[in-house]
């Protein structure tokens, strides 16, 4: 049975996005099956039967955030919905001409997809290729994508283009609205996923170090970065411990590999002192899942 993948959006801009996203994923992972609503988010409490149906059936979660949702209180309310409703929390937040410094409430929780190259792109992939019951293997996986990048870097060109040109626009004056009793539930919601996020991690076993060791060489390798790494079961967790430093965009894919198995996991990566820093803040650099830890060289 393919996996459910609910896209989540609001506003124009959000919805061609869904439009070129969603039967690209399909055409790359046939085994998954990706849904979005052309309603769009309801000015309503609940959803829709068909809504609620497609979420309890769901196993991935993609919000697409622009500048013109970003304060959408309906948008956050239903990423906070959709990662409670996930067991391993695999929601991702895919940022169309905003960043991470402009998410609020539960959004702000997740490892967000911060623009649409191709590098971040295949972060949501691998994620997404994590959630199957069956994921594929990264060689076929990796030739899929290389095939069928153009066709998505194309299509969302002049989606992106318009994007930029709307930046610093007002939102829409329903957007400006604030609803007291909703903000009531967001708070819960953020608390709840927070909670969710450590409690719902399961013990990591053989086979996950073994699998998250591959899938962090086959990253190395196609990022030609020759460095050591030691991929450990250390008590209730995974650690991963590597011999030098990497550059951001494999660090970012190395998170995606570990979000996917749903384990307790910690990131050490070595790093050349930051004069610019405090001591405190070069030693101990989080994500917002806390598992990233960046230790000075020398």
Same mark, same amino acid.
Do not use: Y
């Given at each position: 049975m393919a996996t459910k993948v609910f896209i989540s959006w609001s506003g124009d801009t959000a919805r061609s996005v869904a439009r070129v996203? *969603?039967?690209w994923l399909q055409d790359l992972i046939q085994?998954?099956?990706?849904f979005m609503s052309e309603d769009g988010l309801q000015k309503g409490v609940g959803w829709p039967g068909e809504l609620r149906k497609e979420l309890g059936s769901a196993r991935f979660g993609i919000v697409i955030v622009t500048p013109e949702n970003s304060g959408s209180q309906w948008l956050h309310f239903e990423a906070g919905a959709l990662?409670?409703? +996930?067991? $391993?929390?695999?929601?991702?937040? +895919?940022?169309? @001409?905003?960043?991470?410094a402009d998410l609020d409430g539960p959004l702000r929780l997740f490892n967000a997809v911060t623009s649409p190259t191709r590098e971040e792109v295949f972060r949501l992939v691998c994620s997404l290729n994590g959630a199957l019951e069956t994921p594929l293997e990264t060689g076929p996986l990796d030739r899929a994508f290389e095939r069928l990048?153009?066709?998505l870097e194309r299509?969302? &060109?002049?989606?992106?283009e318009a994007a930029n040109a709307s930046k610093g626009s007002?939102? &829409?004056?329903?957007?400006?609205?604030? $609803? $007291? =009793?909703?903000?009531?539930?967001?708070? *819960?919601?953020? =608390?709840?996923? &927070?909670?969710?996020?450590?409690? @719902?991690?399961?013990?990591? *076993?053989?086979?996950?170090?073994a699998r998250l060791s591959n899938a962090i060489n086959a990253t190395l390798k196609r990022a030609n970065w020759p460095m050591g790494v030691n991929?450990?079961? $250390?008590?209730?967790?995974? =650690?991963?411990?590597?011999? @030098?430093?990497?550059?951001?965009?494999?660090v970012r894919e190395v998170e995606s590999h570990i979000d996917a198995l749903g384990v307790n996991a910690e990131m050490l990566v070595p790093v050349d002192r930051d004069p610019s820093l405090s001591q405190a803040e070069d030693r101990s650099i989080a994500t917002a899942t806390g598992r990233r830890h960046f230790l000075t060289a020398g």
């Open positions: 996203l *969603s039967p085994a998954c099956a990706p990662a409670v409703a +996930f067991e $391993d929390n695999r929601v991702v937040p +895919f940022l169309i @001409g905003t960043t991470t990048w153009p066709e299509d969302l &060109a002049p989606i992106l007002d939102p &829409a004056p329903a957007e400006k609205e604030r $609803d $007291d =009793r909703l903000l009531t539930r967001l708070d *819960s919601l953020e =608390r709840q996923v &927070a909670a969710q996020r450590v409690q @719902g991690l399961r013990m990591p *076993s053989g086979h996950d170090v991929v450990a079961i $250390d008590g209730e967790r995974i =650690r991963v411990e590597f011999t @030098g430093p990497l550059p951001e965009p494999v």
